[in-house]
């Protein structure tokens, strides 16, 4: 176990943590926009639609349950544009990014267990005894931040 191995692996889980961070990102921004363009061209369309039946409907079954049957029908058209928005799934990138995440955090705690404590770094800088401490506890502090739902 060197130094070098050390910060590499680290890196590597850094930047695979990011590459997650930023796939489950731009996965949430593209659902919100999804959702926002499904409710206004929804909204638009209902209105008109609303409009032409209200008209219609308002002679024959008055002004009180006119409105009322067109607001149960609106909230029956909502349900399946909300169920579509939420069924987006991630691509295969999040899955090949979860796994380098694994392998770069195996390396590490590899790298870990391979040296001999902090005699490793004997010959090395007085810092490098203080990092093996600080990155198995930034270890720790990210295995147990993890999502509930995927």
Do not use: C
């Amino acid at each position: 176990m060197n130094l070098q191995s050390l910060a590499r692996n680290a890196r590597l889980y850094a930047r695979a943590e990011g590459l997650v961070a930023e796939i489950r990102l731009r996965l949430l921004v593209r659902k919100l926009v999804l959702s926002v363009l499904a409710v206004a061209v929804s909204l638009l369309g209902l209105v008109f639609i609303n409009i032409a039946l209200f008209n219609y409907l308002v002679s024959a079954w008055g002004p009180v349950w006119t409105p009322l049957a067109l607001g149960l029908v609106n909230f029956a058209l909502a349900i399946p544009v909300l169920l579509i928005a939420a069924s987006a799934k991630p691509g295969p990138e999040l899955a090949m990014a979860e796994d380098l995440r694994k392998a770069a955090g195996t390396a590490l705690e590899e790298d870990f267990h391979s040296g001999q404590g902090l005699g490793a770094f004997a010959g090395e800088s007085n810092a490098a005894r203080l990092l093996i401490p600080t990155i198995g506890l930034i270890m720790g502090a990210l295995r147990r931040k993890k999502p509930a739902a995927k």
